[in-house]
Structures are given as C-alpha cells and as structure tokens.
C-alpha cells in the first residue's frame, strides 16, 4: 500500500507518531549545532562539504 494513498490515511497519524517516538529515544529533544569560529577564513581540516577548507580553490 502506498502512503500517499488515501488507503493510507488511517495509517498516517500512528505511524508518524512511532517515528516521532523513536527519534527522541534514539537522539533525545534537544538539537546541537556546531558554529566553526576560524580566526582566518581558512582551515587546515579538509572536509568535503565546507567551504573554509585551504585545499579548495577560493
């Protein structure tokens, strides 16, 4: 059964609230971030997805 069905209607709400409830087991209710505060724009770490990286071209 698809869950974009209107089949699924009945299913939508518990199985939205399951999900809601084994997130917060899993990552409890609070959310994290990371703020990278560099003192120059350049950082020596090369992570793919940043920016600040000094091996990629600017």
Do not use: W
């Given at each position: 059964m698809?869950?974009?069905?209107?089949?699924?209607?009945?299913?939508?709400?518990?199985?939205?609230?399951?999900?809601?409830?084994?997130?917060?087991?899993?990552?409890?209710?609070?959310?994290?971030?990371?703020?990278?505060?560099?003192?120059?724009?350049?950082?020596?770490?090369?992570?793919?997805?940043c920016?600040?990286?000094?091996?990629?071209?600017?």
């Amino acid at each position: 059964m698809a869950l974009l069905s209107p089949a699924a209607a009945d299913y939508l709400e518990p199985i939205a609230q399951r999900a809601q409830r084994l997130t917060r087991q899993r990552f409890g209710n609070t959310v994290s971030f990371y703020v990278p505060l560099y003192l120059s724009n350049l950082c020596a770490n090369d992570c793919t997805y940043c920016g600040f990286s000094m091996s990629k071209p600017h």
